[in-house]
């Protein structure tokens, strides 16, 4: 499969515990965004990164939110100290360039206990 | 602000019958507008985007600036049309409304 691919698809943790998600894009594309989804609600924007550079945050990614994209290649989105709001889709998606096709992976579906 | 926004959470019709998903969005700037469904069990796809004008699986998407629109119509539903679809406004990220649960019966 040479679509994005995230890791895990699921993941149940304990509130107060801290998890890690990976998503690996599609190898040429430059653009990576990571995206929330909810119940009954569309994907909402958390971050994106152009190569390795992280170039815009959403006010919805409090500091316990963290993303890194180190080589332009895979990406980490990494949530501390869990809580119960955090539960949700994540999904993650790739693009070659603005605003053209974007790519999107599985999801990670969190679930804090 | 920018918003999109699809009114309908559900949409039931039967099979041959027109399906028209309703779009709404605000923006400023010279909007780019796309489609994206996602079919059960399976990942998020684009199905359509306003500058290629292409008809996708026999969906067509027209823009009117005036109206601020952009609704998914499809002339005969078929079963396999069932999904979730989402309207997006693309600002260098994607923008989505709350989503349209289309379930077409036979």
């Known amino acids: 499969d040479t679509g994005v691919s995230q890791d895990p698809r699921h993941k149940i943790t304990k509130r107060g515990q801290n998890v890690t998600f990976r998503c690996d894009p599609i190898s040429e594309h430059n653009r990576l965004y990571w995206y929330r989804q909810t119940l009954g609600q569309g994907p909402e924007f958390l971050t994106y990164f152009q190569n390795e550079a992280q170039l815009e945050k959403s006010r919805l990614l409090s500091d316990r939110f963290s993303a890194e994209r180190p080589k332009g290649s895979f990406s980490t989105l990494e949530i501390q100290r869990t809580e119960q709001g955090d539960s949700a889709m994540y999904l993650c998606?790739?693009?070659?360039?603005?605003?053209?096709?974007?790519?999107f992976g599985q999801g990670t579906r969190l679930t804090v206990v | 602000a920018q918003r999109v926004t699809q009114p309908e959470k559900l949409l039931s019709v039967f099979k041959g019958a027109p399906v028209e998903l309703k779009c709404n969005y605000s923006?400023?700037?010279?909007?780019?507008l796309f489609w994206y469904v996602q079919y059960s069990r399976q990942r998020l796809q684009l199905l359509l985007r306003?500058?290629s004008r292409e008809s996708i699986k026999g969906f067509t998407a027209d823009l009117n600036k005036g109206e601020t629109s952009f609704h998914l119509k499809k002339p005969f539903a078929q079963e396999e049309d069932s999904a979730m679809y989402y309207c997006a406004l693309g600002t260098g990220k994607l923008i989505f409304g709350q989503g349209t649960t289309l379930q077409v019966k036979p």
């Open positions: 306003h500058i």
């Open positions: 923006y400023s700037g010279s909007p780019e």
């Open positions: 998606a790739s693009e070659e360039s603005t605003n053209t096709e974007a790519f």
